[in-house]
């Protein structure tokens, strides 16, 4: 699991908030909005994988820092 072995590795926490970032960013761009979804829902979805990259990236920074200093 990705999340599992955190403390070693916030490498991979940092990618998965990239590639939520990247897909919250191009999804409605290239990828046709099909179904029944409002343009509501659809913002709403693109705000929660926006606010996971942000949530990852800076847990991850944190991290990062924390074991470049020794804490952990």
Known sequence: MI??????????MMMVGMASLAVALVWPRF??????LGPDTIDGMRGVLIGVSIGLNLWAA?????????NR
């Open 3 to 12: 999340f599992g072995n955190r403390e070693k590795n916030p490498h991979a």
């Open 31 to 36: 990828l046709p909005v099909t179904g029944g």
């Open 62 to 70: 944190r991290l990062g820092g924390m074991k470049r200093r020794g």
